[in-house]
């Protein structure tokens, strides 16, 4: 890989609440090259969102990075001040929420707000701000994209409203495209519209993308390598085609399993839900974060956190036993099917390989 665009190390995130703080995101490193596309994935509330929006600083008030080290282009964004990191938002770093409605100002034209952009960052004049526009709309293949220009944010459907917050995004060629689960309001055709585009853009740019979502599927299909976080850490991270080939942390091969298997028959295949829930981030239990929803969990997982380690397939994952887990030969357990649970400790023989 080049020399990333986006370097982040042992990133700790909190949140002062009353009576103290809270670590919402702790020791997450990961790098983005150009041109690449990185994934993160998760439960809701394992902290994908708030990991990127520390990058942009978006933390709110109370919000801050607490420790660890955020590198963009070489520089380092963590200490800058509001007024550098201004600069940089919607220029170099580029940002596409899950909900475009959200994301665009009600009562101005569309014009009006992607001239802005040009117009605040690059000094053009509105004539020339406005050719820009009018290409790059064409570019994500908007049909009528002059009439699109004098609408409102709510006379566009929701696919178009995406479409227009791709193309603000990608006005001033950034270097770094984060994108929030942009995909989730959409319905599946414009979904599959919209990934083709982000495809497309992304050979034409050669922008550097950190790609956030839910849905395994997407990922696969945009995505060069994964991160899987849960419960505010990094659990594995590896290339995408090892991630679904060879998932290596218990929580990885948990997701894959509650994802649908395309030809599979709905009357002789099931799905299996990971029991539990993700814990709050001021109720992490000790040890492993994922032991008290892990079926392989030992009890050094329930005293001793594991570290993230490379393995020899060059997956890093943070569990102690990933090598000898056998996910071929996982057994649905009682809170999901009817089979019996088995549950490895150290003297019983575990479901291992």
Known sequence: MTKPVLKVQ?????YKVRG?????????SFEIGRGESYGIVGESGCGKSTMAWAVLNF??????V???Q????GQNLVGKSSEELRQLRGDQIAMVYQDPMQALNPSMRLGDQLTEVLMVHRGMGKEAATRRCLEMLEKVHMPDAAEVMRRYPHQISGGQQQRVVIAMALLNNPALLIMDE??????VTVEAAVLDLIAELRREFDTAILFISHNLGVVARVCDRVGVMYAGEMVERAAVHEIFAHPQHPYTQGLMRCVPRLGADKGSSQLHPI????????ARPSGCIYA???DYARPKCRTERPLLRQLASGTVVRCHFAEEIDPSQWVPTDDILVAPRAVATETAEPILC
């Open 70 to 73: 955020i590198f963009f282009q």
């Open 59 to 64: 933390l709110g008030a109370n919000g801050y």
């Open 292 to 294: 008290p929803r892990c």
């Open 20 to 28: 103290g703080e809270i670590e919402a995101v702790q020791n997450v």
């Open 10 to 14: 042992d990133l700790a995130v909190a």
């Open 275 to 282: 029991p539990g829930r993700v814990p709050p981030p001021d």
């Open 182 to 187: 942009p995909t989730t309001a959409l319905d």
């Open 66 to 68: 607490k420790r660890g």
